[in-house]
């Protein structure tokens, strides 16, 4: 009698991709679906690493081995659950994981505040040089904070400093604090709510940075549908978009001391900017990884300017 063997009619499941695998599958369901990128990461392999990484519990960035893994089934569903998340929803992948980074520091990120992504990170890293001495940089101001990333950088690479970090969002400072607390600076940094220096009563700083609202009303009009997930109090700035930076160099003079600077991220209204204020000696930084729009005065130069 013929060996006889029981013949299964379901069908096989699929063999879990590897972690290579999936991200090669997800970057090509992201590029095909249109979504954009520009809120952490500018191109469709990195959006899809950053939801991959956190379905994989991954706090760094993994070696090669790690990419040759094969994922388990609840892992690859939970990719594919976020990957239609983020396709069906349009909201920026790190609003679907919570966390982020900025100058090499680890941050919430939600809905109650912009998403970090400033070149201001780079030059917070090199401590403001050279530009200033950060020896002598006792006082830091963070204008329109956010959910505190530029402030809780300023005072990690400039150790010294005492940190403020003004916002008028109750929202964003809630996220600020739980960033302070989570990185133990607590102690060194302040966040306090404020419009613009209203409520600053002739205080003083080196340094004054701020990534404030820099976004006209046609611009707003044409944003992706990505930006609709973040405060719009953190973008518009009226019909030019020059509505902020307008207060700030007006005001910011006598917020600094002797030889202290105001450094200010525009982005693409830098033109505006430029055409607006003709006599203003702006210095526009660059920057090794890229981004640009951002302005450098010094006290002085703000003073004449005022005048």
């Known amino acids: ?11 096989a499941r699929p063999r879990p991709p590897t972690v290579l695998g999936a991200l090669s599958r997800g970057a090509k369901t992201l590029d095909r679906a249109g979504v954009f990128f520009g ?28 990419y040759r893994r094969r994922l388990t089934l609840r892992q690859t569903e939970a990719f594919d659950a976020m990957l239609e998340l983020r ?5 920026p992948a790190v609003y679907l994981t919570g966390r982020t980074w900025f100058a090499g520091l680890p941050m919430r990120t939600d809905a109650r505040a912009l998403i970090p992504r400033s070149p201001l990170a780079e030059l917070i890293e ?19 904070t956010g959910g505190g990333c ?18 008028i969002s109750d929202e964003a400072l809630a996220l600020a604090r739980e960033n302070s607390r989570d990185l133990r600076l607590s102690r060194r940094v302040r966040f306090a709510k404020s419009d613009h220096f209203a409520a600053l009563k002739g205080r003083q700083y080196d340094i004054i940075i701020s990534n ?33 930076v307008r207060v700030i160099l007006k005001q910011a003079a006598r917020h600094l001391t002797p030889g202290g600077l105001l ?31 951002v302005f450098l005065l010094t006290r002085e130069q703000l003073q004449r300017h005022v005048r």
Request: proline share 8%; hydrophobic share 35%; aromatic share 8%.
């Open 1 to 11: 009698m013929s060996d006889m063997r029981k013949v299964s009619h379901r069908p």
């Open 39 to 66: 809120h952490g990461s500018n191109n469709a392999e990195d959006d899809a690493a950053t939801m991959l990484f956190h379905v994989l519990d991954l706090k760094t960035t993994p070696g090669p081995a790690v």
């Open 87 to 91: 396709i069906s929803t349009r909201r």
């Open 126 to 144: 090199n401590q403001f040089r050279p530009w200033i001495d950060p020896a002598r940089v006792k006082r830091v101001l963070d204008l329109c």
């Open 150 to 167: 530029i402030a809780l950088a300023a005072a990690y690479y400039l150790s010294k400093a005492k940190v403020e970090g003004m916002d």
């Open 212 to 244: 404030p609202p820099y976004v006209g009303e046609r611009e707003m009009r044409s944003l992706p549908p990505e930006y609709e997930h973040e405060p719009r109090l953190a973008l518009a700035a009226g019909k030019q978009g020059l509505d902020s």
């Open 263 to 293: 450094v200010v991220e525009v982005g693409n209204t830098e033109m505006r900017v430029r055409h607006h204020w003709p006599r203003v000696p702006f210095m526009w930084l660059e920057f090794e990884r890229g981004g640009g729009g």
